[in-house]
Each structure stands twice: as structure tokens, then as C-alpha cells.
């Protein structure tokens, strides 16, 4: 699917399901709460901390999804094509970081 197909159905889903979006500080609010149940499951699942018995069966990909719904809706409310901003993304960060990486002693 691409990011701009994602967009159209998020706002049909909000305008059908979800009657309308939550305005933007809420749904800024909700973004930073789904990153935190995200980074939960990796601390535990793969940092240091012990995995909880009752995280054990979160599933990382939902709340990852949970994470790139939020984001869409933030994206379609204040008129960000994600698409188009995401390629000039990966064009500033291929031009910025061409050799950075490869020259990080740090990564090799």
C-alpha cells in the first residue's frame, strides 16, 4: 500500500468509525502514549529489563500500527502529504549522510 492509499483510508475509517478526529494536541497526546506502549514491549522484549508475564503476548506489529494510525491521522488534519514528505525525507538524509555512516568507526 502506499503512504498516500494509507492516508485516504485513515480519514475514510475516521469519517465512518470514528465520527470525526480528535483535534491535533489530543491526538499528539495519544501519539506519545502508543510510542510508549511500543517502547515497553522493546525494552523488555529485547533491552535489559525483564519481559512481564502479562507482556509476553503484546504484539509489537500492532503497536506499531497503532503508532503509524496516529501519526496518518496527525498527517490528513494538518495537511502533510507523508508520501512527498517522506521522499524529500530520505533525499535530505541521503545527501546529508552519503558518507557518514560509512565513515563512523563506530559502525564497522
Do not use: P
Not at 7 to 27: A, M, P, S
Not at 50 to 71: H, I, R, T, W, Y
Amino acid at each position: 500500500m502506499e503512504i498516500k492509499e494509507a492516508q485516504k483510508k485513515v480519514d475514510e475509517w475516521i469519517k465512518d468509525v470514528g465520527v470525526r478526529y480528535f483535534n491535533e494536541l489530543t491526538n499528539m497526546a495519544v501519539l506519545t502514549e502508543e510510542v510508549g506502549e511500543m517502547a515497553r514491549i522493546i525494552s523488555r522484549r529485547y533491552g535489559e529489563q525483564s519481559e512481564k508475564e502479562s507482556d509476553k503476548n503484546k504484539d509489537l506489529g500492532d503497536e506499531m500500527a497503532d503508532v503509524l494510525f496516529v501519526l496518518i491521522c496527525l498527517a490528513n488534519q494538518t495537511g502533510v502529504d507523508l508520501e512527498k514528505a517522506f521522499n524529500k525525507n530520505l533525499t535530505k538524509k541521503s545527501v546529508r549522510d552519503k558518507n557518514r555512516h560509512k565513515e563512523n568507526k563506530k559502525l564497522q
